[in-house]
């Protein structure tokens, strides 16, 4: 699958309808998504959709108003609406430009798997036959899905990128009439997902939680999953590493400052053969590689063509522009917390630990492995304190084995603090990514052994 001359026509017809006099710039998308969905371990949904949206940024006398449309018909209608728009538009002093012209690096075109572009349903009801045949029983429900998106933007300054991407990814969970076991994984290729695996996993765990126990809260060591911890690298994307966030104060981060455990080096970087986002940004920037922690110091973070310009000093922008970003900021959109090289990092009451799962529960004497975490909410974004629930199987581990499945908890925790300096007792070896909550985005994530979290409560309160 590549970009079609009908993306790049589109954009270049848009910016000819503008004329002259205004800075514009306009992207169009053209997405294919799939979804199979089951329940009651029976397939009880099969959608297919494909839309073209172009967005259309217009800049004159100092005002700026933007539009988008998925009627490619009427492109004139779009313009018009985005002018008038703009000539009422309040006074925009920060407006920082269109994006110069620049080339893509070398093979930075996207990520790309034909056969994912092409999935039918019978490849996704596939994956949902295997899955459901290794739960053995057990009922299951979940989704797997597949996209195929098509990128084009061009502007006035002479900027012109095009690009491809392809993902797919599968979730589901196995349940016992006390338990729920959870399985959930993304890629570039849906051939890289395999439904026989993801079902058995499912399965075990559900299994493996059957009459969970009530703990009393506390803080406990824990065993991170990796589900559990794309929601941690989810929450330092947005309110961590985002420019703007920095900017207004609202952000934990200190450029400079050894906030995380020297253990922790992470990475944004959409240009890795994995990654499953577009090389460029909707300001038609291209992404660069950024390490936002380099061994527990915080060093940068992802700057859009505003956040850029206010930070002075000569900042560019690294290419995390997103839709709407003039009131939010830029995201990361290929997070990666850099799995161990070989053993972990911190000896704890014996050998090194590992960088496998069970590897981390081995040296843990008495702490939780957690799955996943779910409905986590911001309290504090100054110091990242979220609070939220687990789910998905929760067990007790004493003397590095796992011994009693646990009723869920509600937690209340700053995550930079159980990252922070002496606080990781273990990094897993293999990152998984793990489906993204925005557009064209994932985490990949290797579990960790952390030395502790702070639960509150009871799922219940």
Request: charged share 20%; hydrophobic share 45%; with cysteine.
């Amino acid at each position: 699958m590549s970009v079609t001359a009908t993306e790049t026509d589109l954009a270049q017809r848009v910016l000819e309808l503008v004329g002259a006099g205004i800075e514009a710039e306009v992207t169009v998308e053209r997405q294919a998504l799939a979804l199979t969905r089951f329940a009651g371990s029976y397939i009880h949904q099969n959608v297919a959709d494909e839309v073209t949206a172009v967005r259309l940024r217009l800049h004159a006398d100092g005002r700026t108003a933007s539009a988008s449309t998925t009627v490619v018909e009427g492109l004139e209608d779009l313009v018009g609406r985005t002018v008038a728009s703009m000539r009422l538009a309040p006074a925009d002093p920060t407006w920082p430009g269109l994006a110069p012209a620049s080339a893509l690096g070398p093979a930075a075109e996207g990520n790309v798997d034909d056969e994912t572009a092409a999935a039918s349903p019978d490849d996704r009801a596939a994956r949902v036959r295997a899955f459901v045949r290794e739960a053995a029983g057990l009922d299951t429900a979940g989704y797997c899905r597949t996209s195929a998106t098509r990128v084009a933007y061009a502007n006035s300054a002479g900027q012109h990128l095009a690009a491809a991407r392809t993902s797919a990814a599968m979730d589901g969970i196995a349940r016992t009439s006390s338990s729920d076991g959870l399985a959930r994984l993304a890629a570039v290729r849906l051939g890289d997902i395999d439904g026989a695996v993801l079902g058995a996993r499912a399965a075990a765990k559900a299994r493996a939680g059957v009459d969970p126990v009530e703990l009393a809260p506390g803080r406990y060591e824990v065993v991170l999953e990796a589900a559990a911890v794309a929601d941690v690298l989810m929450m330092l994307a947005m309110y961590g590493f985002n420019a703007r966030m920095v900017l207004d104060r609202q952000s934990f981060l200190e450029v400079g400052a050894a906030q995380f455990d020297p253990a922790v080096t992470m990475v944004e970087d959409a240009l890795q053969p994995d990654a499953t986002a577009i090389p460029f940004d909707v300001e038609g920037t291209p992404r660069r590689r950024v390490v936002l922690v380099d061994r527990g110091v915080s060093a940068a973070v992802v700057h859009d063509r505003r956040t850029a310009a206010r930070a002075g000093d000569g900042t560019e922008s690294t290419g995390h522009a997103i839709p709407g970003g003039a009131s939010f900021g830029a995201l990361p959109s290929s997070l990666r917390l850099l799995p161990a090289d070989g053993p972990a990092v911190h000896e704890v009451d014996g050998p090194a630990t590992d960088s496998t799962v069970a590897a981390l529960v081995a040296g843990v004497e008495r702490g939780l492995l957690v799955t996943d975490n779910y409905y986590t909410r911001v309290l504090d974004p100054r110091t990242l304190v979220v609070t939220g629930l687990t789910r998905n199987g929760v067990w007790l581990i004493e003397d590095g084995r796992i011994t009693t499945p646990v009723r869920n908890f509600r937690f209340t925790q700053s995550y930079p603090q159980a990252l922070g300096p002496g606080a990781v007792l273990g990094i897993g070896s293999h990152a998984v990514e793990m489906p993204g909550p925005w557009a064209e985005a994932g985490f990949m994530a290797p579990a960790l052994r952390l030395a502790s979290w702070n639960y509150t409560g009871g799922a219940s309160g």
